[in-house]
């Protein structure tokens, strides 16, 4: 008796081990198959949107492999988007965002913040156009504040909230006309929660120094550490999180420039393709094989 009872301890044993390697096997084999989905533009030499592509047209690749596409057709997934105003009191984005807001009825919910110093949240995110108009209304002329604010403070609380609420396709759009950031953030650290978040920057800068003239630098220290990481956070963000940076240089273009974010995030393609097996992929490169296109996405991969 003793002699079976030792055989079937080692029966025992080995069955164990047999679970736990296949256990293993299973989850490597889910982690090689995961999926991941990006939402890019494609343009041709005239920058206009490209239309009816697909799966054949498109191929990603994460830090140079090229990864198979699943599937690539138009968004529709509901956006949440929030807006930053910081725009000196003047009021200049009022009729760009009314018609922006008129272009994305029932296909987003929107919260709308100002930047005046700090952060002031005018509304929370909503699908109801009444709230939108309301609240743009309220970026017309205020007193200015020519000394700068917070600007980036609002895209990191914006990437945060963005985080925590988990939305399917989130967008951040930053209109700004420039002025000395007074948040201490460092640019690296906002531009890893972008990526965290998975949100799309998308940035209008106004540059026409009337609209907030820029104090004068007499040394170099007076170049401000909030302003440099400012700088790089409009300027790369954009690239690495799938948007675009747009500069203003009249007046007379503005609206139209608003109107042109919400006409590229309506040509999106939502594009799902099949991921590896490596733990943290750094770049994407998302491509079209037809000639004389270009395709606007992030440069960075996504958080797995």
Known sequence: ???????????????????????????????????????????????????????????????????????AEPATAEMQIAILVDDNGTGIFRFGLNALGEMLQGRAAISLSVVTNQVQRVFDYTTDP??????FERTGIRPATPEGGQLLEGIYGAEKDITRREPRRPVIIALTVGGEEQSPLPSRRVLDDLNKSRASLHVLFVNIPAVRPSRPVAKPSDLLEGNFNLSRVLGDGPGESGGRHREVLAMNALAVEVQQIARDLLAQYAITYSRGAAKNPQKLQVSVRRPNMAVIAPTRAPRR
Do not use: C, N
């Not at 736990?20 to 939402?39: G, N, P, R, W």
């Not at 009444?130 to 609240?135: Q, R, T």
């Open 1 to 71: 008796m003793a002699s079976v009872a030792r055989l079937v301890g080692v029966s025992l044993v080995v069955v164990a081990v047999h679970f736990s390697t296949s256990d293993l096997l299973l989850s490597e084999s889910q982690a090689a198959t995961s999926e991941a989905t990006v939402y890019a533009t494609v343009i041709d030499s005239q920058g206009k949107h490209v239309t009816g592509l697909g799966v054949a047209d498109l191929f990603v690749k994460e830090d140079g492999v090229e990864r198979p596409v699943m599937s």
């Open 130 to 135: 009444k709230i939108w108009y309301a609240g």
